[in-house]
């Protein structure tokens, strides 16, 4: 059964990215996102990151860089990434989480 009243955050990705396979929390190189993902671990039970790629992906999950961004996708790109994303989301946030987006617009 899940823990009631947790605080999932998600973290958008970015385009600044290391070149070589790496943890997603040490993939993106942006001071920005080392300061969304530092604050979504301090406020959070859970965060993970929207990766314009994977989807939805853990901080510890190993992927490869790539040169996709949220971003530079069209809505309707944005919108069939999205119904990708909301099964992922399901396996993690439960009825009562509440969701802390750190991101963009888009």
């Known amino acids: 059964m899940a823990e009631p009243n947790r605080t999932i955050a998600l973290v958008a990705c970015v ?8 943890a997603a929390k040490d993939l993106y190189t ?5 300061k969304a993902s530092r604050f979504a671990a301090s406020v959070s039970n859970e965060w993970y990151i929207l990766s ?10 190993v ?5 996709k961004t949220l971003k530079g996708m069209s809505s309707r790109e944005r919108r069939l990434w999205a119904a990708g ?3 992922q989301l399901g396996k993690v ?9 750190l ?3 888009e």
Not at 15 to 22: H, L, Q
Not at 30 to 34: E, I
Request: charge should be negative.
């Open 15 to 22: 385009a600044g990215k290391v070149e070589y396979p790496s």
């Open 30 to 34: 942006s001071t920005w996102f080392k």
């Open 52 to 61: 314009a790629e994977y989807g939805l992906v853990h901080p510890d999950q």
């Open 63 to 67: 992927i490869e860089p790539y040169d």
């Open 85 to 87: 994303v909301i099964p």
């Open 93 to 101: 946030v439960h009825r009562g989480d509440q969701i802390l987006m």
């Open 103 to 105: 991101a963009g617009a």
